[in-house]
């Protein structure tokens, strides 16, 4: 099978597949959702072997068209690469950059500096995504994934950014109608938990001169999201662990209360993740040293 003739039906069947339907891909490619249905077809005719099943509830991939569609995707990647480096060797930055991060991270630090970066070179084109989990990066089309706190996927690279402080805040009203004396006493009460975090209860506190104790609190409620682990601690539910830039607000105005403040919970990286197999260009490279010299937290 020739390749020339069918680059638009490989194309046409990738975002069939993405888009999780004929029409949407058709919207998405310009065409009909006739022309978008015979461009499938012909590749199962030619291969003679579906590649997806379509029923009353949308469509799925067989067997034979995941791996297809997983082996093209890569050679679409790879040729879409090709022409941003050529037009970062040949021009000024220019080419996509996919970018994600947690919201409330985003929000707070990453948006105004991505937005200065646009200023400094506006022929980038720059899509921002917020998330609270970390998505395949090559599938999803992500260059740069900015994370917080340890990371567990090997088959990823990182570059260190910043760290910084959590706090352990519950609310006054809470803290009066709970016997919270010593830190051992946290193991009793009721946690907020951050699923995103290994052990989101289990902590070392650190103190200046006393030993260092080991707190394995029990989770009552939980949630992978920040803002929400704010609310249901400010809902007076139970003590939670949270990001001080996220907190200090609340903690200066008194509707949150640090708990032992005289005892430390270890730093959080921030880290700036990429995928292993695919080669760092310079428009990545460009915006990980202008984190590194710009970010404050």
């Known amino acids: 099978m020739k390749m020339q003739p069918h680059l638009n039906r490989i194309q046409t069947f990738i975002t069939v597949v993405e888009c999780g339907s004929f029409t949407r891909a058709a919207e998405t490619l310009f065409i009909s959702k006739a022309v978008a249905s015979i461009h499938v077809k012909t590749l199962e005719e030619d291969l003679n072997i579906p590649l997806l099943v379509r029923n009353t509830r949308g469509i799925a991939l067989t067997e034979a068209g995941r791996e297809f569609y997983e082996d093209f995707k890569k ?73 917080l706190g340890i990371l567990n996927d090997s088959t990823l690279k990182s570059r260190h950014l910043a760290t910084y402080k959590i706090k352990l805040v519950a609310t006054p009203d809470w803290i009066e109608q709970n016997s919270v004396i010593e830190p051992i006493d946290l193991n009793k009460v009721n946690w907020i938990a951050n699923t995103s975090l290994q052990n ?80 760092l260009q310079r428009k990545n490279r460009l915006f990980i040293d202008y984190l590194l010299e710009n970010l404050v937290v």
């Open 200 to 279: 989101p209860t289990q902590w070392e506190l650190n103190h200046p001169i006393y030993p260092k104790i080991n707190v394995r609190g029990k989770v009552k409620y939980a949630s992978n999201n920040i803002s929400a682990i704010r609310s249901l601690t400010l809902s007076g539910l139970g003590v939670s662990i949270l990001p001080e830039w996220f907190i200090n607000g609340d903690i200066a105005s008194g509707t949150l209360v640090e708990l032992f403040p005289e005892y430390h919970l270890p730093k959080q990286e921030i880290s700036i993740v990429f995928p292993n197999n695919v080669q």
């Open 75 to 147: 050679i679409f990647n790879n040729i879409q690469d090709a022409f941003d480096n050529v037009a970062e060797r040949h021009h000024s930055l220019a080419g996509k950059l996919r970018i994600t991060s947690t919201v409330e991270f985003g929000e707070k630090f990453l948006l105004p500096l991505i937005s200065q970066f646009c200023k400094i070179y506006p022929q980038l084109e720059v899509g921002y995504f917020a998330d609270s989990t970390l998505n395949d990066l090559i599938t999803e089309r992500i260059d740069l994934a900015i994370r």
